[in-house]
Structure formats: C-alpha cells, structure tokens
C-alpha cells in the first residue's frame, strides 16, 4: 500500500476493489434467494433479512 502516499499508480487497487465489491454483491444476491426459497416462515425471514442488511450496510 505505498502507493497510496502519493495516490499515483492505483489502478490495480481500484481493478482489485471492484472485484471484491462485485464478488460480494454476488453473495448477498444469493443470500437473499436462499431467504426467500421459501424453507422459511415469514417472521424469520424478517429477522434474517435484518441480519443482512445490516452486514450489507
């Protein structure tokens, strides 16, 4: 991260920030399918999707 003195020369950090931020949107899109697939009643799919959202946050 020495490169973040100067702020020159970022793009694989910004490249690798992106994937990680995409990855991790991939997994709560899938999260939330498995919370909605139905194997759950509706007070703890609340509960659940609180959790969620708040880790989303």
Do not use: C, S
């Amino acid at each position: 991260m020495p490169n973040l003195r100067t702020m020159d020369n970022l793009t694989e950090y910004w490249i690798e920030v992106n994937r990680l931020e995409n990855q991790a949107d991939q997994i709560h899109r899938k999260l939330l399918a498995h919370l909605f697939n139905g194997k759950y009643d509706a007070i703890e799919v609340l509960k659940l999707k609180q959790i969620v959202d708040v880790l989303d946050g």
